[in-house]
């Protein structure tokens, strides 16, 4: 019984990683959404940790079970099944997401660190495969226009004036429609 509790504690620490990336739902007060995701959450791994408080106890109990400890052994399991009600009530105003290969990584009893760690490299590595092209691009459209700008220099002079003439309308338009630098539209509450 007493191997289920850094699981589970492994699973709490996952779900408040997890939720700290999402934006969540909104709470009634006028509360923030955040704030209301992070009240919920901290009131989940509250029941969690109470829950699990309940399952040692009764592991205790089961395990020196006797006739005059039978009261006391009821007592905490209707305790346990309360507290699992309020914890799935709880849960229900908590939208985190737990990839499964996390929830799988907890059940084999590893760290899901490893799951992050993995996830971040893999990114990584898809960043510096996805720069080099970029790069080779660039570098295949410079190496074209100076051949180009040998073959054909008037051509490309009326490309570069064309480039340049687009790039300036289409900063114009971006300003007009207060596109910001990363090509999001500006909110109205933003400054």
């Keep these: 019984m007493d191997d289920a509790a850094p699981n589970t504690s492994a699973v709490v620490a996952a779900a408040a990683a997890a939720a700290a990336g999402n934006g969540l739902q909104a ?10 995701s992070k009240q919920n959450l901290a009131q989940v791994t509250a029941s969690i940790q109470k829950t699990l408080g309940l399952l040692h106890q009764l592991n205790l109990n089961v395990s020196s079970f006797s006739s005059a ?3 006391p052994l ?3 399991l209707n305790a346990l099944v309360a507290e699992l009600d309020t914890m799935q009530k709880l849960a229900d105003g908590c939208n985190i997401q737990v990839p ?6 907890i059940d084999d009893g590893k760290n899901p660190d490893e799951f992050t760690r993995d996830v ?11 720069k080099g092209k970029t790069d080779a ?11 180009l700008e040998q073959a054909f220099p008037d051509d490309v002079e009326a490309y ?8 300036a309308e289409s900063k114009r338009l971006g ?9 999001d539209v500006k909110g109205e509450d933003e400054p």
């Design 69 to 71: 400890s039978q009261l």
């Design 137 to 147: 691009f660039k570098s295949l459209r410079k190496h074209l226009l100076e051949e």
């Design 100 to 105: 499964m290969e996390v929830v799988n990584l």
């Design 175 to 183: 300003q007009s429609q207060s596109i910001l630098s990363n090509g």
């Design 160 to 167: 570069r004036e064309i480039r340049a003439t687009s790039a």
């Design 120 to 130: 971040l490299n893999s990114c990584i590595a898809k960043n510096q495969v996805t």
């Design 74 to 76: 009821l007592q905490r």
């Design 27 to 36: 709470g009634a007060g006028g509360e923030r959404p955040e704030d209301a």
